[in-house]
């Protein structure tokens, strides 16, 4: 783990998933921050704070939701692809716009669609997470071909990490791994084809990358797992509708100006000024605060059909 930096898991596993009992009525769920750490702020902590509690499928009951501070957002996908999935670029570039396109004209009522821009800042050629916090950053969509760093490397079909601020819950950065690693993609509309499908996945993890958490509708996109075969959570359902619109409500205003990541754009992978990436400590005024940011990371987790007794 990172020094200033804080790493949640959200992914859950089959057993917890199939253990779940499902609200009379599902509702969306924002992602919101949780500050557990006894530090600057907070010495006299000793109990843990109450937003940090959280139902069986990962959604924190309190805390500040999580939320970019301008009115517009950009990504970038990485250059790579996949050679292993075969899936090169262009292909992936088309699925990742797709699913941005997806959140973006969810229909608020009337017609009136979530009021915040996207700016493709494609392509980029840094290859794994990363936050600078004196350095410029990309907000990245890449493949992990070679291995799989996280747990639940069978289940996993990708993660999602967001830096964000844990004080006044600004998010500083998202970065989208997609595991290519141990999943089987498919980028096809044919029934008999489709594995993993990947505009599904992606559609999801678009939805943590604007500040949504798990739901419990096993119809919404941003329900926590998938089943491999289907496409379902490519399309938005009502939940996640909700959810969006709430979060961007349509008629807010959206910034005409030059949409750049936090310390502006780098494609490239930071210079480390030691090992590993350059992840620090800020705070929004620029004084220093050990423990200040803070990481989070959702995931989907392949849901895995029970083998039939002979």
Known sequence: MRRGAVALSAALSAAAIASMTAP????????KACDNHLGYDDVWQTEPDPSCAQAPNGCR??????YWPESCISFSVQQDGSK?????FATAHDVISQAFVTWMSADCGGGATPAMRVDDLSPASCNHPEYNSEQGNANVFMFRDGDWPHEHAED???LTTITYNRENAQIFDADVEINSFMATFTVTDDPAAIRDDLLAVLTHETGHFLGLSHDDAMEATMYQSYRQGQTQQRDLYTTDIEGICAIYPPGGKVSSEECTPRHGLLRTCAVKESSGCTITSERANGAGSLGFVAALGLGLRLRRRQARRA
């Open 84 to 88: 292993t999935q075969h899936i090169d």
């Open 24 to 31: 009379a009525h599902a509702e969306y769920c924002r992602t």
């Open 61 to 66: 009951y309190e805390g500040q939701p999580l």
């Open 156 to 158: 996993t079909l990708a």
